[in-house]
Nanobody
Framework: QLQLVESGGDLAQPGGSLRLSCALSGFTLDDVAIGWFRQAPGKEREGVSCISSSGTNTNYADSVKGRFTISRDNAKNTVYLQMNSLKPEDTAVYYC???????????????????WGQGTQVTVSS
């Protein structure tokens, strides 16, 4: 059974940084694509970033390009989302998602993944 556990959410000041982690069990990162999503109150869940199972293809929402970086550590079976230059509009619950159907260079930014973590709260406020 594939399971995902997010961590790293916290309260941060505008302009600050946070690093979110998504620990995977039941599958290895070579077998799944991973996506990061976020959902603010009253808004739809939106894709933030993704990384392919090959690890060579990544994508970012326009709103976070240049500020967020997705990466992975195969030894720890963990994917990270480094978030810099945080803005109040980044406030949301952040979810990671995985899907073994998305292989190779597939990097999916739509919320169609089969497996989801429980989410971690990120609040950006002074």
């Amino acid at each position: 059974q594939l399971q995902l556990v997010e961590s790293g959410g916290d309260l941060a000041q505008p302009g600050g940084s946070l690093r979110l982690s998504c620990a995977l069990s039941g599958f290895t990162l070579d077998d799944v694509a991973i996506g990061w999503f976020r959902q603010a109150p009253g808004k739809e869940r939106e894709g933030v970033s993704c990384i392919s199972s090959s690890g060579t293809n990544t994508n970012y929402a326009d709103s976070v390009k240049g500020r967020f970086t997705i990466s992975r550590d195969n030894a720890k079976n963990t994917v990270y989302l480094q978030m810099n230059s945080l803005k109040p509009e980044d406030t949301a619950v952040y979810y990671c998602a995985a899907d073994p159907r998305f292989l190779g260079l597939m990097c999916v930014m739509q919320a169609v993944y089969d497996y989801w973590g429980q989410g971690t709260q990120v609040t950006v406020s002074s």
